[in-house]
């Protein structure tokens, strides 16, 4: 069922549910989450942007909710951040006080989220152009950027996946994703609130806790790959997953391996499905189509993709050329927050979005994605880090005197983040500590190596392909 509405809320607006998110040991019915959420958004009446520590809890999903119903635009903020992320997330955001629990060391005002409260006032949908969510994502260099997202791109994005996994108010969402991404957040929160199918949110997304879901009635399975592979390599929990409708998987590539294992522990092919921050989910495979192991399917609904080389030429079609891909459609980003330069880079003259990732298209429409254009970005366990922040951080510690990241092959991680650094009387461990207190704990380096040089070239340019 999809809605002409833009509202991501109007079907949680019908009947009540008693448990429609199930978060922790919590179940938060329909009243619960728009009662309170209503009483959050009168609090909050007139906010333009407000921020809000994405921790999995109820109090994160009634942030949420309130923060749609009074038209503010959200800031989620990852749970780990450190000073140095918090500091330019919130300064760039402009954020203007917390919906619920305030981090250490930021001094913006925060509004408490009451859990009990009710409040019934009708909020005017605000217009489909307004942002529902800035969200942060790192690029190859500098500090993270954000990624505007409109309603009705959330509107868009959601009902594509809808349609192509046949996705209705009968499914049990079961993931355990963190809640400042596309992934977990909009797809994962906002998306069973717009459906209407009830959610359950594991808390951490572990074999045992999708198991269990899974006896709890589960039918609609996400994770990212390394998620999978975890499943896959505990066969007791992934032949508990036979019951379910769809395993989907996204946010990185799928290893072969992994499809094929969870195929046969399960029965179920898992789905594969291809997105961005920018640009929500683009292309998958379909709930009614071939799953092809390796591949991630076809563009969903409104949605148009084209290969191109490196001078803007046409790349056949043909299940081998390789170029870069470009989407457009209704689900893409408004832009990146206060950089027109970076948006306007981001764009072709004729108005497609240059992606950054490399892929094939065969005669069928079938899309493979062969890696990224820029080894700066980096995939590990789903999340997208940027080698340039990392390596800011690293250089902010006194004994490194250079430091040059990059992403090398794991087996449960799909990358690693590994630092080469030319430093002074500091152990690797200490420079690992280090990053993992200035940003998000999940950007920092599995494995630091002490070098006595950087490969350089003759502008003096690190050669990343060399280390
Ligand atoms: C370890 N820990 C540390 C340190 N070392 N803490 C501080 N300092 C250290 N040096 C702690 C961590 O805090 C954490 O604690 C624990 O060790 C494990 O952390 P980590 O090893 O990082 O986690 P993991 O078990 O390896 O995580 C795997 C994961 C995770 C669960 C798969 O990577 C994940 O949730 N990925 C999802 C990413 C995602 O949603 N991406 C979507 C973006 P504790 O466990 O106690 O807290 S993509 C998107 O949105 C697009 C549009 C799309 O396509 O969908
Ligand atoms: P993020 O903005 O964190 O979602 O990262 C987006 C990037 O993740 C894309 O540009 C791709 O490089 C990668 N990605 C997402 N989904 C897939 C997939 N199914 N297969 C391969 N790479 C993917």
Do not use: C
Request: net charge negative; charged share 20%.
């Amino acid at each position: 069922m999809l809605l002409s509405s833009l509202d991501p809320l109007a079907v949680a607006r019908g009947d009540d549910m008693p448990d429609a998110v199930r978060i922790g040991d919590t179940a938060l019915s329909r009243t619960d989450i728009l009662g309170a959420a209503g009483a959050l958004a009168k609090r909050i009446a007139g906010a333009r942007r407000v921020a809000v520590l994405a921790e999995p809890t109820p109090a994160t999903v009634i942030a949420i909710v309130g923060g749609l119903l009074a038209g503010a635009t959200l800031v989620p903020v990852p749970p780990d951040s450190g000073p140095a992320e918090l500091a330019h997330i919130l300064s760039d955001s402009g954020a203007q006080a917390w919906l619920g629990r305030a981090p250490e060391g930021s001094d913006l005002p925060s509004v408490p989220v009451r859990v009990h409260a009710r409040d019934w006032h009708a909020h005017p949908e605000p217009a489909p152009s307004a942002i529902a969510f800035v969200l942060y994502t790192s690029g190859t260099t500098g500090a993270p950027k954000g990624v505007l997202l409109s309603r009705r791109a959330l509107a868009a994005g959601i009902d594509a996946m809808a349609e192509a996994w046949d996705w209705t108010s009968k499914d049990v969402l079961v993931h355990g994703l963190p809640l400042f991404h596309v992934h977990g957040l909009i797809l994962g929160l906002v998306g069973p609130l717009r459906v209407g199918s009830r959610l359950i949110h594991t808390g951490k997304p572990t074999p045992q806790a999708y198991a269990q879901a899974a006896r709890d009635g589960g039918t609609l399975f996400f994770g990212v790959p390394t998620v999978w592979s975890r499943i896959a390599d505990d066969a007791e929990s992934a032949r508990a997953l036979a019951t379910a409708r769809l395993l989907v998987s996204g946010s990185a590539a799928l290893p072969v391996p992994v499809f094929e294992r969870l195929h046969e522990l399960t029965g179920i092919a898992p789905i594969e499905r291809y997105g961005m921050s920018e640009t929500m989910l683009t292309v998958t495979t379909r709930v009614d189509g071939e799953r092809r192991p390796g591949w991630v399917g076809l563009p969903v609904r409104g949605v148009e993709t084209r290969l191109r080389d490196e001078h803007g030429g046409e790349v056949p079609h043909d299940g081998e050329s390789i170029g870069g891909l470009q989407v457009r459609g209704p689900m893409l980003f408004d832009g990146y927050l206060g950089r027109p330069d970076a948006t306007a880079e981001s764009w072709t003259e004729d108005g497609w979005f240059r992606t950054g990732d490399v892929a094939v298209v065969d005669a069928d429409g079938f899309h493979r994605i062969v890696g990224r254009e820029s080894t700066d970005l980096i995939k590990s366990g789903g999340y997208r880090i940027g080698a340039g922040e990392v390596e800011t951080a690293l250089l902010g510690h006194p004994a490194v005197r250079e430091a040059a990241v990059v992403g090398l092959p794991d087996a449960d991680l799909g990358q690693r983040i590994v630092a080469f650094v030319v430093a002074d009387g500091v152990d690797p461990q200490t420079l690992i500590d280090h990053v993992a207190s200035q940003l998000s704990v999940h950007k920092r380096p599995r494995e630091v190596r002490i070098v006595e040089s950087l490969p350089r070239n003759a502008m003096g340019k690190v050669q990343k392909k060399l280390l």
